[in-house]
T-cell receptor
Framework: GDSVTQMEGPVTLSEEAFLTINCTYTATGYPSLFWYVQYPGEGLQLLLKATKADDKGSNKGFEATYRKETTSFHLEKGSVQVSDSAVYFCASEGTGFQKLVFGTGTRLLVSP | KAGVTQTPRYLIKTRGQQVTLSCSPISGHRSVSWYQQTPGQGLQFLFEYFSETQRNKGNFPGRFSGRQFSNSRSEMNVSTLELGDSALYLC??????????????FGPGTRLTVL
């Protein structure tokens, strides 16, 4: 069945460090892919998305490229800030109407 | 435009009771989806409603049910609560476009604790 695997956390970085959070997916066909962010006590916010192979999603300095050859959608940011501390979820479009399949989430902690 | 609202935000129940959670979608959104978030199982899809009809359902027991009203507001119900039902329940709404996946906007969630 459809599934999403992302790297375990927490990921601990110093401010201005480079961030990579790995994400791979298994699915039939080519689903849309997403990164969501969850701040403490809040719901999920869409960070970026890509709807077809080789698409690059970007937002607020974060980027991810849809790689069908490696079935991956890794999240990157060149210089993280303390305010980026949150839990990041990779997700793929699932089977049927409006279903998202999520990874387990990766907690990012950025220290000054 | 107001976002997705969920009520109540926090709820404490005891085993065997039932609970009803409410979700009001963004104005104009007609699709509502529900997800359960737990530390052990992560985020899992419960079901999706559009125009008062359930169009998709996840792999949850029949104790979990939902409905949608004509104004697109949705409720989910869990009967005979178990300790394992303790979770953050998230609701998401989306517009209905002609085809394909429609971006979902999430509410802040209802934190259910079962004692």
């Amino acid at each position: 069945g459809d599934s999403v695997t992302q790297m375990e956390g927490p990921v601990t970085l110093s401010e201005e460090a480079f961030l990579t959070i790995n994400c791979t997916y298994t699915a039939t066909g080519y689903p849309s892919l997403f990164w969501y962010v969850q701040y403490p006590g809040e719901g999920l916010q869409l960070l970026l998305k890509a709807t077809k192979a080789d698409d690059k999603g970007s937002n607020k300095g974060f980027e991810a490229t849809y790689r069908k050859e490696t079935t991956s959608f890794h999240l990157e940011k060149g210089s993280v800030q303390v305010s980026d501390s949150a839990v990041y979820f990779c997700a793929s479009e699932g089977t049927g109407f409006q279903k998202l399949v999520f990874g387990t989430g990766t907690r990012l902690l950025v220290s000054p | 435009k107001a976002g997705v609202t969920q009520t109540p935000r926090y709820l404490i129940k005891t085993r065997g009771q039932q609970v009803t959670l409410s979700c009001s979608p963004i104005s104009g959104h007609r699709s509502v989806s529900w997800y359960q978030q737990t530390p052990g199982q992560g985020l899992q899809f419960l079901f999706e409603y559009f125009s008062e009809t359930q169009r998709n359902k996840g792999n949850f027991p029949g104790r979990f049910s939902g409905r949608q009203f004509s104004n697109s507001r949705s409720e989910m119900n869990v009967s005979t609560l178990e300790l394992g039902d303790s979770a953050l329940y998230l609701c998401a709404s989306s517009l209905k476009r002609a085809s394909g996946y429609n971006e979902q906007f999430f509410g802040p969630g209802t934190r259910l604790t079962v004692l």
